[in-house]
């Protein structure tokens, strides 16, 4: 393995790492999906740090532990491990908040049952760095190796500004569709009510005594027609505005 303190790889490397983060900032620009963005960071982890034989991403929330943007199966079933035996790097990661670098699977005493059963994967070296978006761990990244000692310092320090990087990302995935699904609400909820005034309107120029009646009104059909006010109210509408049209016409 090359010696990660020389100075020519060193820059190729730091390089390499801005070009990472700087396509990471596009993703978010660009407002990809989660699972496009997450694909993208598994991707970087693996490329920017030596010797990687899979990387991938763990999400933890009220639903579970899931791997996200797996690159082989290899990440997929060292990651299984580690949910059914509710042990390992990434796991350890998640709950500290620190990074963790396993140096060899078959010395490693941190996670005896996991170390041993990930051996048969053929994971002998792993790093993790946990994902903390405003504040709140939500999981861990992590890439791993064939070969003892694989990782260093170095690569500690890439996975987590990888990890920094990939939390802002999945926070402001997670606001967009926060905003988005609010923005939803808001235009249907400004929809029916501008229905149920237009509704309203035509009932008091149809005899109405006030808006109170021309509500009660509308209410008083919906409930024989076993139908929300505001599809009624556009019911109304649509009939008033066929009537207007053919009037138009002759």
């Known amino acids: 393995m090359t010696d990660p303190g020389t100075g020519s790889d060193d820059k190729t490397a730091m ?6 983060l700087h396509q990471m900032a596009g993703v978010v620009l660009s407002r ?3 699972q496009t963005a997450l694909q993208l960071v598994a991707t970087l982890a ?3 740090t030596a010797g990687t034989m899979g990387a991938g991403v763990t999400l933890i929330d009220e639903h579970g532990k899931r791997s996200q943007a797996a690159s082989s199966e290899v990440v997929e079933q060292a990651d299984a491990l580690q949910y059914d035996l509710d042990e390992g790097p990434c796991l350890t990661a998640w709950r500290t908040g620190e990074v963790v670098r396993v140096d060899d699977t078959t010395t490693d005493a941190r996670w005896p049952r996991w170390n041993e059963s990930v051996q048969s994967l053929g994971v002998r070296s792993v790093i993790s760095a946990p994902l903390v978006a405003t504040g709140e761990k939500v999981g861990a990244m992590k890439v791993y190796c ?3 000692c694989n990782y260093g310092p170095r690569d500690d320090e ?3 500004l990888l990890a920094d990087q990939a939390a802002i990302l999945l926070a402001n995935s997670q606001s967009l569709r926060e905003a988005r699904r609010l923005s939803r609400q808001l235009t249907d909820a ?3 009510r501008d229905a149920i005034a237009r509704a309203t309107g035509v009932l008091l120029a149809q005899g109405a005594v006030g808006d109170r009646e ?3 009104m509308l209410t ?3 409930r024989r027609a076993d139908r929300p006010v505001e599809d009624v109210a556009r019911a109304l509408l649509d009939v008033v505005g066929a009537r207007n049209a053919a009037a138009h016409q002759h």
Request: hydrophobic share 50%.
């Open 146 to 148: 064939e070969r003892p």
């Open 190 to 192: 400004l929809s029916r």
């Open 32 to 34: 990809e999906t989660v």
């Open 15 to 20: 390089l390499d790492l801005s070009a990472a």
């Open 158 to 160: 890439i996975m987590r």
């Open 214 to 216: 021309a509500f009660g």
């Open 46 to 48: 693996a490329t920017t």
């Open 220 to 222: 008083a059909a919906a």
